[in-house]
């Protein structure tokens, strides 16, 4: 197997637990018969959830991306998809499944190896494969480019329970009580001389997909059920944090993972969704028989196909898909969420924010300087960029990035989401404001408004006229990064060096009178000095949810 397909499923190592059988697609197992059954996806309010979104990671300019996932969950173990995904396209550049058992945290960092980013780690947590130490993957990325896998953004997913003792089909306790050997297998040990160390050996195969839950686990119609195999309906408790930093020049920054959690009716208690495992392998969707159509467990353009520009023109899919593309957050994950397409205008439902506001400063007395990140994680399931064409192909169905709203660059590299130059406003510290005709993009045709090209875009705050080559000031960006000269008037190059911005995330759909939904948009404000000691700070965007 090639290094490249390695690094994305990391499927060829997967031996090393001793797992065998032919591998089958991902599934969808209904939490129809859960006791809770979660209906509504929302962002928490306390920073732990089923889903977890990390807006920004970077390996350029000497960066390296820390990452800390922690199961707060007490009682039970979890079953995670990790997936890095890369700034330009949301290409999967990095994906493995994780086993967290109550209480664990697993920890890794991406650096930059020779022009590629990396993953290490030390961490005795369960994975499949057994060693997830590999190169980002470039099969995936526009020609092939190591340099389109060291920035982007994180998905984390729980697509199961790992309870102590088997679940019945409801998601409670089987009785009698049966011990979990899934389970025992990932929980570290509490004594002895593998004392913190889990049993990975010990799992059972996981190369065949699950089907249902069983009314008895410990003598099912199908050895495959997801509750004979130890799994049961994700509840959630993830949480995350992530950290940016730069040892060369002293500089780091933190933040805490986006989470949304699945509850009923949005009340925003975690309750249980459905079941979303799928093999860890790079077999062929479908090849041990199972039903699952792709259409049915994903809504990406270019896994599932979708519709050129003019809205009707089909495409055919241009990738083809393999088990370690599922699930994905689009694949469907609470009640009354029949298609992917459903899920995905839910997820960016519950991200959706009418504008995006923060500071910036960029005096030069203090040699401070400011980026902005804007990381769209639910854009990959409306639109994508397929290379070969190469040309945008849309989701149909999708609500929040369409080809009125979405389109592909002049230099067909990147899909960019427009807004209109009214849509941005700006001020310095004592209230004075853009005046008519202010500001300036960087690069970008004079007198158009601010786009958002790219899945995770980098806004630099008066960084000049950047060249080919250039890279913001704080971060290091090169993918997907533009400057803003916040100028007091036109035809001036005089600028408010501090202050603070307002961009309108304007979406309307439908008829007269026409719907604002907003956009799904998530990132911060990162702030530096750029002194000797490069200290710096870091700002979330505040947001004006949708759906709150």
């Not at 697609?25 to 979104?53: E, F, P, Q, Y």
């Not at 922690?70 to 994780?98: E, F, P």
């Not at 109550?102 to 930059?112: C, F, K, L, R, Y």
């Not at 389970?183 to 002895?192: L, V």
Request: charged fraction near 15%; hydrophobic fraction near 40%; aromatic fraction near 8%.
């Amino acid at each position: 197997m090639k290094k490249n397909v390695l690094a994305v499923s990391i499927a060829a190592m997967i031996g090393g637990l001793g797992f065998a059988g032919v591998a089958s697609a991902g599934n969808v197992i209904s939490n129809a018969g859960a006791v809770a059954v979660a209906n509504d996806l929302s962002v928490s309010t306390d920073g732990t959830g089923h889903i977890l979104l990390v807006p920004y990671f970077s390996t350029q300019n000497g960066n390296v991306s820390l990452l800390n996932i922690t199961n707060t969950d007490q009682v039970n173990g979890k079953a995670v998809k990790l997936r890095y995904r890369g700034a330009a396209n949301s290409d999967d550049v990095y994906d493995i499944t994780l086993f967290l058992s109550p209480g664990d945290m697993w920890s890794a960092n991406v650096s930059n190896n020779n022009g590629i980013s990396t993953l290490t780690t030390n961490d005795n947590s369960c994975t499949l494969p057994a060693s997830v130490n590999a190169d980002f993957s470039t099969a995936r990325v526009r020609g092939g480019d190591a340099g389109q896998t060291r920035e982007g953004y994180i998905e984390i997913l729980n697509v199961a329970d790992v309870p102590k003792n088997l679940a019945a089909d409801d998601g409670t306790e089987f009785s009698p009580a049966t011990a979990n050997p899934l389970y025992a297998a990932i929980k570290h040990a509490t004594s002895g001389a593998n004392l913190g160390v889990p049993n990975c050996a010990a799992i059972a195969d996981q190369t065949k997909d699950v089907a249902d839950m069983d009314a008895d686990p410990t003598a099912p119609a199908d050895v495959n059920a997801a509750n004979a195999r130890g799994y049961s309906f994700p509840t959630g408790g993830l949480m995350a944090n992530w950290f940016v930093m730069n040892l060369s020049k002293a500089g780091s920054f933190t933040g805490e993972a986006t989470a949304l959690v699945a509850s009923v009716g949005g009340n925003k208690v975690p309750a249980q969704a459905n079941i979303v495992f799928s093999p860890q392998d790079g077999e062929a969707q479908g090849a041990g028989g199972s039903a699952a159509a792709i259409g049915a467990l994903t809504a990406d353009p270019l896994l599932a196909g979708g519709v050129e520009d003019d809205g009707v023109t089909v495409v055919a899919p241009t990738i083809p898909a393999v088990n370690f593309d599922f699930p994905d957050l689009s694949t469907p994950y609470v009640a009354g969420v029949a298609t992917p397409t459903a899920q995905a205008n839910m997820l960016s439902g519950a991200l959706a924010t009418l504008s995006v506001t923060n500071e910036y400063m960029t005096s030069p007395s203090v040699s401070f300087a400011t980026d902005w990140t804007f990381s769209m994680p639910s854009r990959r399931y409306n639109v994508a960029l397929d290379y070969t064409a190469p040309q945008a192909v849309y989701n149909a169905g999708a609500i929040y990035f369409r080809p009125d709203n979405a389109k592909l660059s002049t230099d067909k590299t990147q899909i960019c989401v427009t807004s209109k130059y009214a849509d941005l406003q700006y001020y310095d510290t004592s209230e004075q404001g853009k005046a008519a005709g202010g500001y300036v993009i960087s690069p970008q045709p004079a007198g158009q408004g601010l786009s958002f090209c790219g899945e995770t875009s980098v806004l630099g705050f008066n960084q000049g006229t950047f060249a080919a080559d250039s890279a913001t000031t704080v971060l290091g960006a090169l993918i997907a990064r533009q400057s803003i000269n916040t100028v007091k008037a036109a035809k001036t190059t005089e600028a408010y060096t501090d202050g603070w911005m307002s961009i309108q995330t304007l979406n309307t759909t439908g008829a007269a009178p026409a719907v604002n939904n907003g956009l799904p948009i998530i990132g911060h404000a990162f702030v530096k000095a750029m002194g000797p000691t490069s200290l710096g700070g870091i700002f979330k965007h505040r947001t004006n949810l949708v759906n709150k």
